[in-house]
T-cell receptor, first 111, second 114 residues
Framework: RKEVEQDPGPFNVPEGATVAFNCTYSNSASQSFFWYRQDCRKEPKLLMSVYSSGNEDGRFTAQLNRASQYISLLIRDSKLSDSATYLCVVNVRGSARQLTFGSGTQLTVLP | NAGVTQTPKFRILKIGQSMTLQCAQDMNHNYMYWYRQDPGMGLKLIYYSVGAGITDKGEVPNGYNVSRSTTEDFPLRLELAAPSQTSVYFC?????????????FGPGTRLLVL
């Protein structure tokens, strides 16, 4: 079983739609959680951290369910510029290797 | 503040050739990492370093070597290039905050081995 699993997509949605991505992680010692965004042929960039109580950043909402070892990202009012691959990332407590990346979910927002 | 820089941006190698991928950061980060990303796949950790003089293997270290003589630089060496090493290589760094370990990535080096 992969340490971090994501639905690879692709998700093709119209502008203005709401879209949700899910991610599960296998290591219960996971401590910190993130969503990264990767544009085509570019490096990954941090989109947002994910906190236990859930958090929002503009049109983006992240949720964490530690009991189910599940993370989600909700994008409201999708823009063309949201088209990218979204990477689910976890940090295992005490791990010097730092972050484990999921394979990513590809999103295309259509005009 | 340039962040994380990588050179070259693109390189073609013949089988058996060697090369060094350069990575530098100017954020005074302790932790540095090398990843490879194959098409349609996630990032796989090759090597990482928790400080100058200290390096350790990641998931896929075979065929690579690293060194960390300074805080700023973390070069990745390919000794005998193989077609399986065709990939995009990303260097990253992070600050050891003791908490969330946000990583900052360089723009990547695209390597083609023929």
């Amino acid at each position: 079983r992969k340490e971090v699993e994501q639905d690879p997509g692709p998700f093709n949605v119209p502008e203005g739609a709401t879209v949700a991505f899910n991610c599960t992680y296998s290591n219960s010692a996971s401590q910190s959680f993130f969503w990264y965004r990767q544009d085509c042929r570019k490096e990954p960039k941090l989109l947002m951290s994910v906190y236990s109580s859930g958090n929002e950043d503009g049109r983006f909402t992240a949720q964490l369910n530690r009991a189910s070892q599940y993370i989600s990202l909700l994008i409201r009012d999708s823009k063309l510029s949201d088209s990218a691959t979204y990477l689910c990332v976890v940090n295992v407590r005490g791990s010097a290797r730092q972050l484990t990346f999921g394979s990513g979910t590809q999103l295309t927002v259509l005009p | 503040n340039a962040g994380v820089t990588q050179t070259p941006k693109f390189r073609i190698l013949k089988i058996g050739q060697s090369m060094t991928l350069q990575c530098a950061q100017d954020m005074n980060h302790n932790y540095m990492y090398w990843y490879r990303q194959d098409p349609g796949m996630g990032l796989k950790l090759i090597y990482y370093s928790v400080g100058a003089g200290i390096t350790d293997k990641g998931e896929v270290p075979n065929g690579y070597n690293v060194s960390r003589s300074t805080t700023e630089d973390f070069p990745l060496r390919l000794e005998l290039a193989a077609p399986s090493q065709t990939s995009v290589y990303f260097c990253a760094s992070s600050y050891d905050s003791g908490g969330a370990k946000t990583q900052y990535f360089g723009p990547g080096t695209r390597l083609l081995v023929l």
